[in-house]
């Protein structure tokens, strides 16, 4: 099983950015413990990072060739804004979970919408680093309830 964990905008200033949100894990640290994880599963992921929307939406279509069998993304503030995203999502026919490392929901009101979440599976926030764990089992559990399907 092929995992694709995507991190977008500012992601890459994990354990320099807001400790009190984020904490202090590194995004080496979090691509790492997916990594772990996924081995431990019998999976494989592929952990990209990008701060332009752009790259994002054509990383997202590149995975329509690659035969990923599923996708977990935390994209940052596009979570709230960008439709390109959402749309380049809603193509891939494989599950999607969102993750965010902070509860959105008890922050400011601006980020308790994600414009994500219609195409997405589920949702996963606030626990940290264990979000984006969580999030890939539950991933990898979609994909391979999607595969027993086919």
Known sequence: MRILVLHG???????KRDPSQYGTA???????????????M????ECFQTNHEGLMVERIH?????????????????T???YAIADALAILPV????????????????????????????SV???GVESYLLGLR????????AAAKA
């Open 9 to 15: 905008v500012n992601l890459n200033m994990f354990g």
């Open 26 to 40: 590194t995004l080496a640290d979090i691509d790492a413990a997916l990594q772990s994880l996924a081995q431990e």
């Open 42 to 45: 019998g999976a494989t992921v």
């Open 62 to 78: 590149q995975a329509l060739g690659e035969g990923a069998d599923a996708v977990v993304i935390n994209a940052g503030a596009w």
């Open 80 to 82: 709230h804004y960008s």
């Open 95 to 122: 599950p999607v979970v969102e993750v965010h490392m902070s509860n959105v929901h008890a922050r400011e009101a601006f980020r308790h919408h994600s414009v994500l979440s219609p195409v997405c599976a589920g």
């Open 125 to 127: 926030c606030g626990f």
């Open 138 to 145: 539950a991933a990898q559990s979609l994909a391979a309830k």
